[in-house]
């Protein structure tokens, strides 16, 4: 599990999302803590610049050359359910940790007795 190295109250923790996520979800996010930085982008050349200094990617887009730009980078965590498409072999042979969105697509079900 990523746990932040947050070791002074001045630290802050740089996210990545790499797709449109609606302001009412970026503002839950932020509220989790004054500490979180949070940067979005869609733009190809504009994430290789970003994801040089996250620590977290909530990826929508994510390519080899990102990870390979990416220097400060610990917990990819997709928005799909899948992520095959995201294990490179430098993702694969790294300390990165890579979750998915299981579970996001169920329906809930509940006893109608």
């Known amino acids: 599990m990523f746990k932040p190295n947050l070791a002074s109250?001045?630290?802050r923790l740089?996210?990545?999302?790499?797709?449109?996520?609606?302001?009412?979800?970026?503002?839950r996010i932020l509220g989790v803590s004054a500490r979180i930085e949070v940067n979005q982008s869609r733009d190809q050349e504009e994430l290789l610049k970003l994801v040089e200094n996250a620590e977290v990617?909530?990826?929508?887009?994510?390519?080899?050359?990102m990870?390979?730009?990416?220097?400060?980078l610990k917990?990819?965590?997709t928005n799909y359910v899948?992520?095959?498409s995201f294990l490179y072999p430098e993702v694969v042979g790294s300390?990165?940790?890579?979750?998915?969105?299981?579970?996001?697509n169920t329906i809930q079900l509940r006893s109608m007795s």
Do not use: C, H, M
């Not at 996520?21 to 503002?27: A, H, I, N, R, W």
């Not at 990617?57 to 050359?65: C, M, T, V, Y």
């Not at 300390?95 to 996001?104: E, I, M």
């Open 95 to 104: 300390d990165v940790v890579v979750t998915n969105a299981g579970g996001v």
């Open 57 to 65: 990617l909530f990826a929508g887009r994510f390519s080899q050359k």
């Open 14 to 27: 740089n996210v990545l999302i790499s797709f449109y996520l609606p302001k009412k979800y970026l503002d």
């Open 82 to 84: 899948g992520v095959e």
């Open 9 to 11: 109250e001045n630290d």
């Open 67 to 72: 990870f390979l730009a990416a220097r400060k």
């Open 75 to 77: 917990w990819i965590q």
